[in-house]
């Protein structure tokens, strides 16, 4: 069956990488999570998607240029809608605090967010926080930065790890080859394109992102490992409704 992949919480009906969209990825039954993780300027992790906080907060400029406290004085919800005004940048070590607290039991997809940033020791400061404690969730690594996948599989040679890409198909090819590579994530449009090479891959496969119902269902079809959607609720109720 495949799994739902909650892609930065539930992107679709709450703002993407806060605590309330993580929340509702729980409650739904999501069988995974997807998140983004950078450095502050003061070396802490928080979860954010781009690389500036002007999409998705009322603040304006690059990540790195703020300390964790000043990123926490931005509206992180209200851009999204006047309800979520209290949501703000949560860090990842919050983020682990509400799985672990809501018993949260299935995959948490942690993306190191390297591949337009430099962020030198965010591999190293993600696997030193998930070593502080046992989790209820399994975890993964997954980065559109090649050397990033790496550094993981140099430092944690146990833990799943992907390789986020397009829809190139030579890419996905060469990918195909790297044996420590547990997944690929490529773009939904390759899957859609390229349905024999989807059977004949030896890669788990989790596509991003799925979010039409005709989309799912092709993946559903194809007995797709996982899929990342924004609308986990609705990709959840999908599939149950194609078992019947
Ligand atoms: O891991 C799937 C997806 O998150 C990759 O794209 O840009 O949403 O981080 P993006
Ligand atoms: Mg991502």
Request: include cysteine; hydrophobic fraction near 35%.
């Amino acid at each position: 069956m495949t799994k739902i992949i909650a892609h930065r919480g539930s992107k679709g009906t709450h703002p993407e990488n806060t605590l309330i969209a993580f929340r509702e990825a729980i409650e739904c039954g999501a069988d995974g999570i997807e998140l983004d993780v950078q450095f502050t300027k003061d070396g802490e992790l928080v979860v954010i998607h781009d690389n500036q906080v002007d999409r998705t907060t009322n603040g304006t400029g690059e990540i790195i240029s703020f300390t964790l406290r000043e990123l926490k004085m931005l509206d992180a919800g209200s851009w999204f809608s006047p309800e979520f005004k209290d949501e703000r940048i949560p860090t990842f070590s919050e983020v682990l605090e509400v799985l672990f607290q809501d018993n949260f039991k299935g995959l948490l997809n942690i993306e190191l967010k390297t591949d337009e940033k430099d962020y030198p020791g965010i591999e190293e400061a993600v696997s030193d926080l998930l070593h502080k404690r046992n989790w209820p969730f399994t975890y993964m690594y997954s980065s559109f930065n090649f050397d990033s996948v790496e550094r993981m599989h140099q430092l944690e040679p146990t833990i799943p790890l992907a390789y986020i890409m397009g829809d190139q198909p030579r890419k996905i090819r060469k990918a195909e080859k790297i044996s420590y590579l547990e997944g690929l994530h490529p773009k939904v449009t390759w899957v859609l394109k390229e349905q024999d090479n989807v059977k004949k891959s030896s890669k788990k496969l989790r596509p991003w992102t799925v979010n039409s119902e005709d989309d799912l269902a092709v993946c559903f079809e194809l007995g797709i490992e996982a899929v990342h959607t924004d609308y986990p609720r609705r990709a959840l109720a999908l599939r149950a409704k194609n078992k019947q």
